[in-house]
Structures are given as structure tokens and as C-alpha cells.
């Protein structure tokens, strides 16, 4: 029994892993790092809030929050509780927050 449960927490442990690293695997070059904060500062957005979201890089966000488009970036942005945050928009996750 007990290594049943050694191997499920190790399995566990590892697709946690896996998760961590598909949010990580997206690639923010420093040109588009520059538009996006460029961007951001001429357009700025009102700070919406969202109960029980926690500003992470992997975060889902709600089909309900509105993504708003950085030109010639594929990734959109918004502003959460006066933060920004750089979304996919194929997954809606957030892959930076600013501060």
C-alpha cells in the first residue's frame, strides 16, 4: 500500500511539473517586452477586479474579462487589481505580470 501511494504523490508531483513548464514554455522576446510596456503606458486600461483569481503566470482568467490587443504582438493584455497581465489569448493564461 504504501508504495501504491509513494508512486500517485510521484505522479502527482511530475504532472504538476509538466503544467509548470507548458506555462513557462512561452517566450517573451525583449522587443516585444519593450511594445508591450510601451503599449500599456499610452493605453491605459480601468483595473478590473477578479474574485478568487490569484495573479500567476499560468492563471487562467474568466471568459468573462476582456482582453484588449498590443499591436503587432499576439499576446492581449489587462489590468487586475491595478496590475497588468500579458495574456494568451488561445488559453487565456497569463503568461507575465507586470508590477
Known sequence: MKMHLTGTAAALVLLAGVGAVAAQDVVIT???DTVVREYVKKQPL???KIPGVELN???ALPDTVELHEVPNV????????NRTVLVDPSTRKIIKVYD
Open 57 to 59: 503566470v499560468g492563471t
Open 46 to 48: 480601468a483595473s478590473v
Open 74 to 81: 499576439k499576446y492581449r493584455y489587462v489590468v487586475v487589481d
Open 30 to 32: 525583449p522587443e516585444q
